[in-house]
C-alpha cells in the first residue's frame, strides 16, 4: 500500500511509498471536443477581450501617461497603499506553507512541464490487476495477476519495488466491488495515475478497467500501461485495441503489445505505425498512433466539467486553488471525480499547483484529509460520513454530482477581484457562442474548451500585465523580482489585494523563479496572450494621445475664430 511524499499527517502507508497519484478518467470518443480552425480561436480570444475590456475600470491611456508627466505620483500611491493593512492573513499563510513544506522540496506533480527525454520504447510494461477476495467476507483486494513483458529474474528493475502501490490505484475502490452477474451491463472504464518520486522521475499508469470474457459472475481486471511519458489521449488509443483483443483472448492482447513495445515514443506532431496481424481477419492491419502538436491540454474535458459545476462555483473554486486551501471533492463516480478535478487543476495555467493532489484517493488512505498542509484530493460520495468525523479545519468540501459546497470557508466569493470575476462569467458563458453553436452543430454542445481556455488565461493577463518589466539584474549577474513594486503598480484596488495574497503562495514563487531562469523562452499560450495584451494596450495608448491631440487643436481653432465681443 503506497501513496505519496506528502507530510507527517499522512499514513504510513503513504510514507512507505514516497509517491503522489492523481487520477484521470477520459470522455467517450464522441464526447471529445472537436479540433477549431485558427480562425475560430481569433474570434474567441478576440470576443473573450472585449468581455473583459467591457467590464475594466474606465480609466483612459492617456490620464495614465498625464498623471505619470506631471508627478502625480502621491495620489496613485495613495491608493496603493490603502489596503496594506490586510496582509497580515497573508504573511501568516506563506509563513504557515513554508513551514510545513520545507522539508518537502523534491516533490514534484503532474503538472510541471514535461521535459523532452528520450525513452527507448513506448511504455515500460503492463500490469493486467484483478480482484481477489481476502479473508474478510464479500472483501477484495487488488493484486497483479500477469506483467508484460515478464519480469527477468537476471535483470535489475528498481521500479520493480514500487508495483504493490499500482494495484491500489488501479481499483482505489476495491472495497465496494461485488461479483458481476452474467447478464448484467457493465461499461468499460479509462482513466490514469502518476507516481512521483522524491527525486522527481515520474511513471504514469494508463488503466483500463473491464469485464474479462467467460460464463457466470465474475469481478472486473484492469490492464494497466506504465510509461514515463504524459500522453493520455495517445495511450488511450492503444487501450482500445487491447479492450478490443481481450474480448477474443488474453494471447491476442499480449501480441500485440509485443509490437507495440518495440515502437519508440513519437514526437509531438509526430505519429508512429504498429503493423500486425489482425484480430478479425486474415491479414496484416495497420494501427496509427499519433501525437497531437499542442500536448497542453489533450488530456482535459471542460465541457464535462461545465456540465456538472456552474460558472460561478467553478470560479470560487479556481480561486481557492490560487491560494493553495486544503480543497476535498466528493462524487458517486470514480469518472467524475478524476474528470473533474483535473480539470479543476488545469484552469490554472501558467501556475502549477506544487501540494498534495489525489484526484481519486483510495479507501484506505482517507487519512490524508487531516494532513496540515495544502491538498487537493477526491473522494467517492459513501465516504462523507467518514470524513465529517475527522478534525478538518478550514476545508472546502464541494459535491460534484449536486453543484454545491458541502463545507466553506466563507470567503471565497470575495477572493478574486469582482470585476474579473464578472469578466470571467461573461467570456466563458458567452451567448454569442452558444448560439453559433446550435446554428452549427444543431444543439447546444456545451461550453466550449478552447473559450474556458483563453478565458482563463486572460485572467493571469490582466493581473499580471507588467510583471516582466519588474525583473532586475544585479552587478553579479543574479536576477530579482520587485514583487511589492510590481503590486502597486496594478490600477485596480481590487487586484492589488488578490496580489497581496497570491504573491505569498508558494505557486507563484515557482512561477516567478521559472520566468528569471528562463526569461527570454517565451512561446507558451500565456507568453503569446500577454505579447498580444501588451500590443494592443500600446495602440491604445497611442490612439488615445492622437484623439486627445485632436480635440485640443480643435478647440484652439474654435477659440480663433470665434469673434471677439465689442
Not at 513506448?122 to 519480469?151: A, H, N
Not at 470560479?315 to 466528493?330: G, M, N, V, W
Not at 499580471?464 to 502597486?488: A, C, M, N, P, W
Not at 512561446?523 to 494621445?545: K, T
Amino acid at each position: 500500500m503506497a501513496s505519496s511524499t506528502h507530510d507527517g499527517g499522512a499514513s504510513s502507508a503513504a510514507a512507505r511509498s514516497g509517491r503522489d497519484t492523481w487520477s484521470y478518467s477520459y470522455p467517450s470518443p464522441d464526447s471529445r471536443p472537436r479540433t477549431r480552425s485558427r480562425s475560430d480561436v481569433g474570434e474567441i480570444a478576440h470576443r473573450i477581450s472585449k468581455a473583459f475590456t467591457s467590464l475594466k475600470i474606465k480609466k483612459t491611456e492617456m490620464e495614465e501617461h498625464d498623471s505619470k508627466d506631471e508627478g502625480n505620483s502621491e495620489i496613485v500611491n495613495s491608493d496603493f497603499e490603502s489596503d496594506d493593512s490586510d496582509g497580515e492573513s497573508a504573511t501568516h499563510h506563506s509563513q504557515r506553507v513554508s513551514r510545513l513544506t520545507k522539508q518537502r522540496e523534491s516533490f514534484y506533480t503532474l503538472d510541471r512541464k514535461q521535459k523532452d527525454e528520450e525513452c527507448e520504447n513506448l511504455f515500460e510494461y503492463v500490469l493486467v490487476v484483478s480482484l481477489r477476495k481476502v479473508s474478510e467476507p464479500d472483501k477484495y483486494e487488488p493484486c497483479v495477476t500477469y506483467r508484460f513483458p515478464p519480469i527477468d529474474p537476471q535483470a535489475t528493475q528498481p521500479e520493480e519495488e514500487h508495483l504493490p502501490s499500482i494495484p491500489l490505484f488501479c481499483f482505489p475502490d476495491a472495497d465496494m466491488w461485488a461479483p458481476v452477474p452474467s447478464d448484467a451491463k457493465f461499461r468499460s472504464e479509462t482513466f490514469a495515475f502518476v507516481l512521483t518520486c522524491a527525486q522527481g522521475s515520474r511513471q504514469y499508469g494508463y488503466c483500463r478497467r473491464m469485464l474479462p470474457q467467460s460464463e457466470g459472475q465474475r469481478l472486473p481486471e484492469t490492464y494497466c500501461i506504465i510509461s514515463k511519458l504524459g500522453c493520455f489521449n495517445l495511450y488511450s488509443l492503444v487501450l482500445d485495441e487491447v479492450e478490443k483483443r481481450r474480448a477474443t483472448s488474453p494471447s491476442c492482447v499480449f501480441s500485440f503489445l509485443k509490437f507495440v513495445i518495440s515502437k519508440p515514443i513519437p514526437h509531438p506532431g509526430a505519429e508512429v505505425e504498429v503493423k500486425i496481424q489482425s484480430w478479425e481477419k486474415s491479414c496484416q492491419e495497420i494501427i496509427t498512433l499519433k501525437r497531437p502538436l499542442d500536448t497542453r491540454l489533450e488530456h482535459v474535458n471542460f465541457s464535462l466539467l461545465f456540465s456538472f459545476l456552474s460558472v460561478p462555483v467553478v470560479i470560487k473554486i479556481f480561486a481557492s486553488i490560487l491560494l493553495e486551501r486544503r480543497i476535498i471533492f466528493t462524487a458517486k463516480k470514480l469518472s467524475t471525480l478524476s474528470t473533474c478535478i483535473h480539470a479543476l487543476t488545469a484552469l490554472i495555467y501558467p501556475f502549477i499547483w506544487d501540494h498534495t493532489y489525489i484526484p481519486v484517493l483510495p479507501l484506505s488512505l482517507l487519512d490524508i484529509c487531516c494532513c496540515p498542509t495544502p491538498y487537493i484530493v477526491g473522494v467517492l460520495s459513501v465516504c462523507i460520513p467518514e470524513i465529517e468525523d475527522m478534525p478538518l479545519e478550514e476545508v472546502l468540501m464541494v459535491d460534484i454530482d449536486h453543484n454545491k459546497f458541502i463545507r466553506q470557508i466563507g470567503d471565497e466569493s470575495l477572493i478574486l477581484p469582482s470585476k474579473l470575476q464578472q469578466a470571467l462569467n461573461k467570456a466563458i458563458y458567452n451567448k454569442e457562442d452558444i448560439q453559433k453553436q446550435r446554428a452549427t452543430v444543431g444543439e447546444d454542445c456545451g461550453i466550449n474548451d478552447q473559450v474556458v481556455t483563453e478565458s482563463f488565461v486572460r485572467f493571469f493577463v490582466e493581473i499580471l500585465s507588467t510583471y516582466r518589466s519588474h525583473f532586475y539584474t544585479e552587478q553579479d549577474g543574479s536576477r530579482h523580482f520587485r514583487s511589492e513594486v510590481f503590486r502597486k503598480s496594478m490600477l485596480s484596488k481590487g487586484v492589488r489585494r488578490f496580489l497581496k495574497e497570491f504573491m505569498h503562495t508558494q505557486m507563484f514563487d515557482c512561477f516567478i523563479n521559472k520566468q528569471m531562469d528562463c526569461y527570454s523562452l517565451k512561446g507558451g499560450l500565456f507568453d503569446r496572450r500577454l505579447g498580444q495584451y501588451l500590443d494592443d494596450q500600446a495602440a491604445l495608448s497611442r490612439g488615445v494621445r492622437e484623439q486627445f491631440r485632436r480635440r485640443i487643436a480643435r478647440r484652439l481653432v474654435k477659440s480663433k475664430t470665434k469673434p471677439t465681443p465689442v
